[in-house]
């Protein structure tokens, strides 16, 4: 026997005796998909991009931030069978995961919010954790459930203004998703968002970054849209994913009927498009961890 089979042969002796210690649960990544513009297609971009997500196996965990609550809906979750959501969790009258609904699509599931989760901030707006509720809420996710299937990721989805519940989802997130629409104003946007995450990054969560941006509601047809691209790509370079969101009427109708549009209608263009960003933000993740 060699040198180094006798030194691993005696290292396997030295522990044989010692108590197995079990893996350590590891902490879900959580994205926050977060841009104070209303109608660039947050809700639609969490919604499929979890679906595509569980589609090649991660388990998946979509938060409802939004009051308005369409994420819930647009996963087929009937708003008389939201028995906790993110407004009972934030108010530390439930935990987070008694608040777990599954969704119709294997390995995705979402805490729903309701129209309570508007009047939030005149409740906790004094109390000194108040940016860290949903921070404090995910941290024991993934600990002490025997049996119960851990979440590789939660993407957050935020309401359309920067206000006290995109501050909890920003201080929580390992990093930033910003859906951008294709539109004159779309730089205006993306530069006060930077300030904010920037603030929050200062003040709050110092490893805060911008995971990257997908550009939606692409047109391909309008020099506009195409002028908008070019633009945000010279801005902001690598961070902007290669994937591009299209209009699709297909992306369009699937809310409607309580669905992603990868259940809806998988051959879409649309589906399709929400898949390579999927295996993107995948990449890129493997990516960051083989630098850290």
């Known amino acids: 026997m060699s040198d180094l089979s006798n030194s691993a042969a005696a290292v396997v002796l030295d522990v044989a005796d010692e108590p197995v210690l079990a893996a350590q649960p590891k902490p879900p990544r959580v994205l926050a998909i977060a841009n104070q513009k209303g109608g660039v297609g947050k809700t639609t971009t969490a919604i499929n991009l979890g679906t595509a997500l569980a ?15 369409n994420a819930s809906t647009g996963l087929g979750i009937d708003r008389k069978s939201r028995r906790f959501s993110t407004y009972d969790v934030l108010t530390s009258e ?8 599954a969704t119709a699509v294997p390995r995705l599931s979402i805490v729903p919010s309701t129209l309570d989760l508007s009047g939030l901030e005149l409740e906790i707006g004094h109390a000194r954790d108040r940016a860290y509720r949903l921070r404090n809420a995910l941290g024991p996710l993934n600990v002490g459930q025997s049996g119960v299937t851990d979440f ?9 203004s920067l206000n006290l519940l ?19 104003f779309a730089l205006e946007g993306l530069s006060q968002l930077i300030k904010t995450v920037d603030q929050v990054k200062a003040t709050l969560n110092p490893t805060l970054t911008i ?26 370079g690598q961070k902007v994913y290669d994937t591009v969101i299209p209009r699709n009427v297909r992306v369009s109708e699937a809310p409607s009927y309580g669905k992603p549009v990868l259940v809806y209608d998988l051959k879409c263009v649309g589906s399709e498009a929400y ?12 990516e960051l961890r083989a630098t850290t």
């Open 55 to 69: 589609a090649i196996n991660e388990q998946v965990l979509i938060i409802d931030l939004d009051p308005q609550g």
């Open 166 to 184: 995109t501050v909890n989802a920003m201080a929580a997130a390992n990093a930033i998703l910003v859906p951008l629409q294709c539109e004159f």
């Open 275 to 286: 898949l390579r960003l999927a295996t993107e933000i995948i990449q890129r993740e493997k």
């Open 211 to 236: 995971h990257g941006i997908v550009l939606t509601m692409y047109d391909a047809r309008n020099n506009l849209s195409n002028q908008v691209v070019k633009d945000v790509r010279d801005y902001m």
């Open 94 to 101: 439930t935990k987070l995961r008694e608040a777990v609904v």
């Open 152 to 160: 590789g990721y939660v993407l957050v989805d935020c309401p359309p």
